[in-house]
């Protein structure tokens, strides 16, 4: 069975300070990958998806960068953190071959920045 | 982008069936509907999506109006562990973006 996998859980760094979050997926090969964010008490806002290694795709500008080292491995950065870069992140991942297939969520990590 | 609009917050008591109502009045031939769930300090879960047909998984049922403009989601017996947040998405065939609204709280009394 597929599985996804996000770390840290929770997070807690200084403004200015760089970021890098990590999420692997096992069981499958060639995923759609997602980084999502979720500001407190509000929805899910997409800000990047990659449909293969080196492919990335950006919703929104902003202070954050993703990259997609290897086919089942997604990283979030940023290389100085901003108070407003707050928030729960969740990374998804859904079939490539199949369209309009679910996308399944990691547990997600909670950034504060102080 | 067609939107959706959905009450923010509604209460069932346990082992009793719940309605989840969603209005997308704006709708387009190429969406589909998706519901996902969020539990507290989760990630969000699918549920079940369908496009014009009613839908039916081991977790729920899609109910979705004749003229598509609206559809409501039924979980047939309600636990505690269905208290959640429910998000009814509409998606479009073969596009990535998923856009979340605040969906609707669900309360889940003993």
């Known amino acids: 069975s597929q599985t996804i996998h996000q770390w840290p859980a929770t997070l807690v760094q200084p403004v200015g300070s760089p970021l890098s979050l990590e999420c692997t997926v096992e069981g499958t090969s060639n995923p759609n990958l997602y980084w999502y964010r979720q500001a407190a008490g509000r929805g899910l806002q997409l800000l990047f998806y990659?449909?293969?290694?080196?492919?990335i795709s950006s919703e929104v500008p902003q202070n954050l960068s993703a990259s997609r080292p290897q086919d089942r491995q997604f990283i979030l950065s940023s290389k100085k953190l901003l108070l407003s870069d707050s928030g729960f992140y969740l990374c998804a991942w859904s079939p490539r071959s199949r369209t309009n297939q679910p996308q399944h969520f990691g547990d997600g990590t909670r950034l504060s920045i102080l | 982008d067609a939107k959706t609009t959905q009450p923010n917050s509604m209460e069932s008591n346990e082992e009793e069936p719940v309605h989840l109502p969603c209005n997308h009045s704006?709708?387009?031939?190429?969406?589909?509907i998706h519901w996902y769930r969020q539990l507290p300090s989760q990630g969000p879960e699918y549920v079940i999506h369908g496009l014009t047909s009613n839908v039916n998984n081991r977790m729920a049922s899609l109910a979705i109006a004749e003229d598509r403009k609206s559809s409501t989601l039924i979980l047939h017996r309600a636990t505690l562990r269905d208290a959640a947040v429910y998000y009814c998405i509409l998606r479009v065939y073969n596009n990535n973006d998923m856009r979340f609204g605040a969906g609707t709280r669900l309360t889940v009394k003993p």
């Open positions: 990659s449909v293969g290694i080196g492919q």
């Open positions: 704006t709708i387009s031939g190429t969406d589909y």
